[in-house]
């Protein structure tokens, strides 16, 4: 008999597991709801012509295939099929894949129905996603995507708006995070300035390295990458930008005065920090001109959160993007957006042991059986209890009590009631502590109190 098992790079989650899942994922609709995000779904397959050439090549290889179903040899020859042309095969034998992210499916959304939508049109989405990657630790086939955008505005405002609701995220998690902020345009004017316009990635990837490998081998980098020496002595400041934001911003404007493009960039970021400074936060906020998230995609503001008490990646990311939804033939739809890290928020709590007792939702109350009397005299009262909002149980069958008692505890339920003939006749309940050990006889009433 085969063993049964799960496909590489995906999981199964427990009772448990699934419990502090939905925590983080309540928590974060809450605070969407808040900022009048509102919630969308799309399929799990979309047609292959929407999904291909939208992330690269490489990314194109890593979109999981769907067999046309019936007869998917139908549209091959004989000569196609003995070609073994994986490329050319697959085109023919399916029309339909996996989705690989949330954008591509969103940005199709917008296009499709923009007759009905309002803009700015505020999305949430929060669904698995499946890549055809490697598994290893910490990267799996199938995950979940946690994304919300704001489409159809160029203002600013909503960038102020996203930081609030990192912030306010985080603070409900109880997790300690620095939220930095670049903006694509100053990397645009710093690249332009040393005369490496070409070269933006291979600078922001070198001076990302700074605190790992210090400022001597960082400059060997940008050497290697074929920069002149000229280019590295007039970088020399920005890598080695420091100070409060606004003294950042102070200093990138000097230095980036011949470039305007990047003084627009350091405008709209003193604008979101101006706005930024009129609330109060709880995260700290910090400017970061090594933080260079998909630089081929993002033209503005660029976001991403770190948690200060544990060594992990980023745990939420985004920033501003241009166009959106040209790629499907309608221009000039900028928007602003972001994605929670939802496995990493897991690990963090989890790290950090952030859970509230209450957010695992377990049973608060176990009523024992006793019988078929005791059962039938119960029945009314749990739906009295239950309506209270109260999390109860009945155990099912009367077996013996140490049974039911260790099911109890299994099951890490802090309350056991037994009410049995003496109880029935005097109204009572038998409640007791499984944490203490202790037991005491309450009314109905005060029982439903107790919680």
Request: hydrophobic content about 40%; aromatic content about 10%; charged content about 25%.
């Amino acid at each position: 008999m085969q063993k049964p098992s799960i496909p590489k790079g995906t999981r199964d989650f427990s009772p448990e597991e699934m419990a502090k899942r939905n925590y983080i994922f309540n928590t974060i609709r809450d605070v969407f709801h808040l900022y009048g995000y509102q919630q969308i779904e799309t399929p799990a397959m979309e047609n292959l012509s929407t999904l291909m050439g939208k992330y690269g090549e490489e990314g194109d290889k890593l979109l999981f295939k769907i067999l046309n179903s019936g007869d998917f040899f139908s549209h091959l020859t004989d000569a196609e099929l003995s070609e073994r042309n994986p490329a050319k095969a697959a085109a023919k034998l399916s029309e339909k894949g996996l989705r690989y992210d949330l954008t591509v499916p969103f940005a199709r959304y917008v296009v499709q129905h923009r007759n009905e939508l309002n803009f700015p049109f505020k999305r949430y989405q929060i669904q698995p996603v499946w890549r055809a990657d490697r598994p290893q630790k910490g990267r799996y086939r199938e995950f979940y995507q946690c994304d919300a955008d704001v489409v159809g505005s160029d203002s600013l405002m909503n960038e102020v708006e996203l930081v609030q609701i990192m912030n306010e995220v985080y603070r409900r998690f109880g997790i300690r995070v620095t939220i930095k902020m670049n903006n694509r345009k100053i990397l645009s004017g710093i690249a332009e300035i040393i005369g490496e316009s070409e070269r933006i990635v291979d600078i922001t990837v070198a001076i990302d390295k700074l605190d790992k490998i210090g400022l001597e081998k960082v400059n060997e980098e940008l050497r290697s990458k074929g920069l002149s020496d000229t280019a590295i002595e007039a970088l020399q400041p920005i890598i080695l930008l420091n100070g409060s934001n606004h003294e950042k911003l102070d200093k990138l404007r000097t230095v980036l005065s011949a470039s305007e493009t990047g003084l627009q960039g350091v405008d709209e970021l003193s604008f979101v920090l101006d706005k930024l400074g009129l609330i109060e936060l709880t995260s700290n906020l910090d400017i970061d001109l090594t933080l260079a998230r998909g630089l081929n995609y993002y033209t503005g503001a660029i976001f991403e959160v770190k948690a200060m008490d544990v060594q992990i990646g980023s745990i939420t990311g985004g920033g501003r993007y241009d166009n959106l939804t040209g790629v499907f033939g309608m221009e000039g739809v900028s928007g602003v957006g972001f994605s929670f890290g939802a496995d990493r928020i897991f690990d963090v709590l989890n790290q950090l042991d952030l859970y509230p007792v209450d957010s695992l939702m377990t049973t608060q109350l176990l009523f024992v059986n006793f019988g078929e009397k005791e059962e039938e005299y119960l029945l009314p009262l749990l739906a009295k209890v239950r309506s209270a909002g109260i999390r109860t149980e009945l155990y099912p069958e009367s077996v013996k009590l140490k049974k039911q008692m260790s099911y109890a505890d299994s099951k890490k339920i802090p309350f056991v009631a037994l009410v049995g003939e003496n109880e029935r006749v005097t109204g009572k309940v038998n409640l007791k502590n499984m944490l203490t050990g202790e037991q005491f006889l309450v009314t109905w009433d005060e029982l439903i109190e107790q919680f």
